[in-house]
């Protein structure tokens, strides 16, 4: 399917014009105003449920070996969860997760 230049800018400013609305329904109509306790509550856990959406297809179907898990990836997860499970630091978690990626991709090869 190929589309024209015009059709292209179509979509361009109609995503354009989406996002906006999107984030000033939120940032524009409610932002001077002190938002429901619960909503601050949900706020809270919105990095905690992107980060592992963000992690998991390079874990799971890593471009690198062309969509096959492979050992050093999953054991870099799985120590990173280990360590976030019993350090309850984020920092921690990462770096740990980071030396055992690369240490795994030095043993293995």
Known sequence: ????????WVVIFSLAVGTFLIRFSFLGL???RPLPPL??????YTPVAV?????APLVLWPEA?????????????AVT?????FARNTLYAI???AVTLFG???LLG
């Open 104 to 106: 795994m991709l030095w």
């Open 39 to 44: 909503l601050l509550r949900l706020l809270r």
């Open 51 to 55: 980060l592992p959406g963000l992690v």
């Open 30 to 32: 409610v932002g001077d």
């Open 81 to 85: 969860l280990a360590i976030g499970l």
């Open 1 to 8: 399917m190929t589309m024209t230049t015009g059709e292209i």
């Open 95 to 97: 770096i740990g997760g």
């Open 65 to 77: 070996t062309g969509g096959t898990p492979e050992p050093a990836r999953l054991s870099a997860a």
